[in-house]
């Protein structure tokens, strides 16, 4: 049985490493609401840090452990808490991102199932402006970003 004190720090830790995220896999759907709340975030930059923001990597692994969370429940989503997941990643693929969440919002994407984020992931990967419209330009980036998402929409046919 996962004790409920310990998701908290569980959720802290994510984008540290497997442990953290297979962790939080324990506790199921009770894991959503800190996920939701993590993975929407404001992400701190160089140049500015406010109260709460947070390292792009914790929500990238934040993101990473929604999706894998979503591919785990799936028949078990209630439809209003696909909704929140589609509502996340159709936020992290938009505006300004770092690379890191661009990889896993593709990837959460995919696991929602819904068309419409599907040719959303399908552009990113094929189309260097829209890569570009999230803020990612330099060419190690791009490409990271471009092969992840392809790679995400082989396996996801």
């Known amino acids: 049985e996962a004790r409920p004190f ?5 959720v802290g830790a994510l984008g540290t490493g497997r442990l953290a995220e297979e962790g ?7 894991a959503l609401p ?8 404001s992400v701190w930059s160089s140049g500015s840090f406010r109260q709460g923001d ?3 990597t914790i929500v990238a692994g934040a993101l990473r452990a929604l999706g894998n969370l979503v591919i785990q429940l799936d028949s078990k989503l209630a439809p209003s808490t696909r909704a929140q997941v589609v509502a996340v990643a159709a936020k992290r693929l938009s505006g300004r991102q770092d690379v890191l969440i ?3 919002a ?6 929602t199932g819904d068309r419409t984020l599907r040719a959303k ?3 990113l990967a094929f189309d260097r402006r829209e890569v570009a419209a999230l803020g990612i330009a ?8 471009q092969r992840v998402a392809s790679e995400a929409l082989a396996r996801r046919r």
């Open 34 to 41: 800190p996920l939701f709340q993590l993975a929407q975030a």
């Open 121 to 123: 992931v399908e552009k």
């Open 24 to 30: 939080v896999f324990r506790f199921g759907q009770r």
């Open 6 to 10: 310990v998701l908290e720090p569980l």
């Open 54 to 56: 947070m390292s792009a």
């Open 138 to 145: 330099d060419d190690p980036s791009v490409h990271l970003l």
């Open 102 to 104: 661009a990889v896993e």
């Open 106 to 111: 593709c990837k959460l994407a995919l696991a």
